[in-house]
Every structure is written in C-alpha cells, then in structure tokens.
C-alpha cells in the first residue's frame, strides 16, 4: 500500500526517504510505549481531509490521554521531530511526508458531568460524536459547529468558529465560550488544569499556535434547550455549508486556505484576480469558493502549493493585499517568500 502510493507520487527510492536515524528512534520510542506500537512509512494522506500527503517516518496511535502525554514526553525526550495530528482538516501534508514522529490523537471519552457541563477526550470528533451527544441530552452550545470536521484538540487549537443561527447570521459564534477548562500537558511537561483564559482566545488563534502544550481533554460547559430547536439550527447549518462548501466525501480540501481579512475576504480577492476555477495537476481553486482549494482526485501536495503561492502572487501584485495562509504545511515544504 505504502510503496505503490509513493512510487505513484515520488521518484526518491524510499530509503533514502527515511530519515537515517528513524529505525533507532523506533526502538527507543517502542522501548517507552510498547512493543509493537510505532508504525514506520505511514501514509499520511488517509488522515487528513485532503487526502493528500506522503508518508510519516514514525506513527503512533494515542487512544488515552495517558498515552498521549507518554508519546509527546517520549518524543521530546529523544528528541525526535513530532507532529500531534488531530482529524487532519487545517494542514496540508507534503509529498514527502514528515520526517519524525506523527502521533494520532484518538483520545477518546465522553463524560456528562453537574451543571450542564461535558468533558471530552482531545481526539472525540467535535461532529458528529460531540455534537450528537451533547443534544441528545438536550445541552446546546456545541451544536452550530455542527459539519465541521475537527476533533476537541483541534478545535481549541484553532478557536472553531461558525455564524450565528439564521436568519440574521449576524455574528461570529466561538467554541472559547462554551470551554470552562481544559487538561493539558504543559510545554514543560506538567500535567495541568487550565481554565478558558489560559488559551488566550482570538480569530483563527489560541495560545496553543506559541506554546508546545497538548490539550489531553476539554471540558465545555453548556446550555440546556428544546432538542427541536436544536436540531432545526443544526439542519439550517448544513444546507448552508452544502449550498458554500465543497462535500468532503467528493472534493476533499482543508477548508479556508488564507487567513480572513476583516472587511475585504480572501476569497473575493482571489475571485477578483479571475482565479475561481483555476487547476493545476489534481488540484482546483473551488469554483464556488475562491477560498478553498480542493483535490479533484490525484492531486499532490506541489499541486495546492503552486495554487496557494499563484493566487498569493497574484493577489499581491493586482491589489497589494498579502494573503497569508491559515493551513498548516506540514514536512518538508520550501515557501519561497511573495514575489513583488
Ligand atoms: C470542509 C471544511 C470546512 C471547515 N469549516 C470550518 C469552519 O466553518 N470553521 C472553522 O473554524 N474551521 C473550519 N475548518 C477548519 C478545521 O475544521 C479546523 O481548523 C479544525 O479545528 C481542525 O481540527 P483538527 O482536529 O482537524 O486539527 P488538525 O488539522 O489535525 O491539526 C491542526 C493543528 O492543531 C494542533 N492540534 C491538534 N490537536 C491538538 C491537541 N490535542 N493539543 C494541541 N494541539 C493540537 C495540531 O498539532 C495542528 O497544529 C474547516 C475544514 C474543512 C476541511
């Protein structure tokens, strides 16, 4: 499996892929996390909603958070260069994969607790799992992130965000305001609890972008309401995003591939440029959303990185405006700075 992807995707023979120190670093993480349980020339693409990316030098599954905080302590430890992946829906991985140690994080668990409150593993699916949890006991909060692919890690991570219930649609809905605290492990390697303003919540932005903490479990607090209700802003929500947004399941992509710019839209730039539309290999500037590049099938990393740099390019030299991409690279990518 692992070799056909990459003899499709790569003319570097899979050795010389291998970072030399990798089958040592196996022994040594092994040694700490069990027999058996790293994973060499995984396959990154299956995890991510691109479904693009070579392959990781070392894998592990953390399905608990006590061996999430072993693997991460492990890798820094050894020193090994480590990747937390959560649903893989915010970054594009490169077609030559990452070079290091990817961990999965498949930490599990949902726990209804006093007040209204719900605690869940960093690697519970924000939706459906969360979601679908949370209004069937009636508890409101959760439920306009309803379609967005993400686990809980991911969505601190990134302060998942979604409009305001329809008709008006009238502001930015955060999931910061319904954290009440989360269990970290500390860039210092402690086990914490923190409350909401630890994360320095803002758009796109939590503290977790500036400090190696890894979020174990969250824990939100919630607001009971009629389950119809819920349910009814739930649907409206999706036919919304299906009428926007490219159906994962046909046209992967990451989502929006540039930061938001408050008043202008990235993606208009983009349109205004006549960029909607654009291909190149696999990939494609979605035609309905300048601001989202999806994998047609086939496409390579190279492929959405020749489109983010062209409609960055472009951008910058017909408008003078410099989109900044919100998707993380991960691997070996080389960005050559805007060119003016
Ligand atoms: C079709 C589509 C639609 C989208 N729509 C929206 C939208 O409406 N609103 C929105 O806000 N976003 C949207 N996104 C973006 C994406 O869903 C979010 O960024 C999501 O929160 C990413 O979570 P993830 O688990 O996939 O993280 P990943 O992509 O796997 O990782 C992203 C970053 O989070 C870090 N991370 C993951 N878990 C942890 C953890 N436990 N502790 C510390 N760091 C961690 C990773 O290391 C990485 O740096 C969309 C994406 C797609 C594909």
Redesign the pocket.
């Known amino acids: 499996m692992y070799r056909s992807y990459w003899e499709t995707r790569s003319k570097v023979p899979l050795e010389r892929a291998m970072s030399p120190k990798a089958l040592d670093w196996k022994e040594a993480l092994e040694a700490r996390l069990g027999p058996g349980s790293v994973g060499t020339h995984v396959p990154l693409a299956p995890f991510t ?1 691109f479904q693009i990316g070579g392959p990781a030098d070392l894998f592990f599954r953390a399905e608990t958070s006590e061996a999430l905080a072993k693997a991460i302590l492990a890798g820094r430890e050894l020193a090994i260069p480590t ?9 594009l991985v490169a077609d030559a994969g990452f070079r290091g140690l990817v961990i999965r ?1 498949q930490v599990g668990g949902i726990e209804f607790l006093a007040g209204d409150r719900v605690r869940a593993g ?2 519970v699916e924000v939706y459906p799992s969360l979601i679908e949890a949370t209004v069937e006991m009636g508890l409101g909060g959760l439920h306009h ?1 309803v379609g ?15 409009l305001s219930p329809a008709p008006e649609r009238a502001r930015t809905v955060f999931i910061e305001e319904v954290v009440e605290s989360a269990q970290i492990l500390s860039e210092e390697g402690r086990l914490e609890e923190v409350g909401r303003d630890y994360f320095n919540f803002g758009y ?1 932005f939590s503290v ?1 972008h500036e400090r190696e ?4 479990t969250a824990t939100f607090r919630l607001d009971p309401q009629e389950k119809e209700r819920l349910r009814r802003i739930m649907a409206e929500n999706l036919s919304w ?1 299906a009428e926007r ?2 159906d ?1 399941r046909q046209l992967p ?4 591939v540039f930061k938001k710019m408050e008043g202008i839209g990235a993606g208009r730039l983009i349109d205004e440029c006549g960029l909607k539309g654009a291909t190149h290999g696999g990939a494609q500037i979605f035609h309905r959303h300048a601001n989202i590049i999806v994998n047609l099938g086939g496409a390579s990393a190279a492929d959405v990185l020749f489109l983010i740099l062209q409609a960055r390019d472009t951008v910058l030299k017909e408008t003078g405006h410099e989109l900044v991409p919100e998707i ?1 690279m991960i691997g070996e990518f080389h960005l050559p700075s805007p060119s003016k």
């Open positions: 909603t990747f937390l992946l959560g649903k893989g829906a915010n970054i994080n960093a690697g992130f967005i692919p993400s686990t809980v890690g991911g969505a601190l991570w990134q302060n998942l965000h979604f796109d977790l903490d890894t979020v174990l995003r947004h490219p994962l992509s990451a989502g929006s993380g």
